[in-house]
Nanobody
Framework: VQLQAFGGGLVQAGGSLRLSCAAS????????MGWFRQPPGKEREFVAT????????YYADSVKDRFTISRDNAKNTVYLQMHSLTPGDTAVYYC?????????????????WGQGTLVTVSS
């Protein structure tokens, strides 16, 4: 499966942004999807994951109650709605996919990655 993330940009602190990740192929619903981010000078970190059907999600503590992951299997797309953004959320955001029925939180468990989209939050 090929993934393409988009929707990043420059936003002021307190603002909102929605990222999208479009997947190729006819088996999108077979994949758990995740969002990760890599802040400048830091390692890539887990943000959120959603299972194949969309009824199970899991978030990093740092984004819980601010970010929402969702998916539209008819459109082969996963979303990350971000609210109350802070400069600490500045990072390149990546989507990832793994063929499983479970939610997946570990970076090394994902099989496919998108190219990343940059989110910059100004203070």
């Amino acid at each position: 499966v090929q993934l393409q993330a988009f929707g990043g940009g420059l936003v002021q602190a307190g603002g909102s942004l929605r990222l999208s990740c479009a997947a190729s192929g006819r088996t999108f619903r077979s994949y758990a999807m995740g969002w990760f981010r890599q802040p400048p000078g830091k390692e890539r970190e887990f943000v959120a994951t959603i299972n194949w059907s969309g009824d199970h999600t899991y978030y990093a503590d740092s984004v819980k109650d601010r970010f929402t992951i969702s998916r539209d299997n008819a459109k082969n797309t996963v979303y990350l709605q971000m609210h109350s953004l802070t400069p600490g959320d500045t990072a390149v955001y990546y989507c990832a996919a793994k063929r499983t029925i479970l939610v997946v939180t570990q970076l090394q468990d994902y099989d496919y990655w998108g190219q990343g989209t940059l989110v910059t939050v100004s203070s």
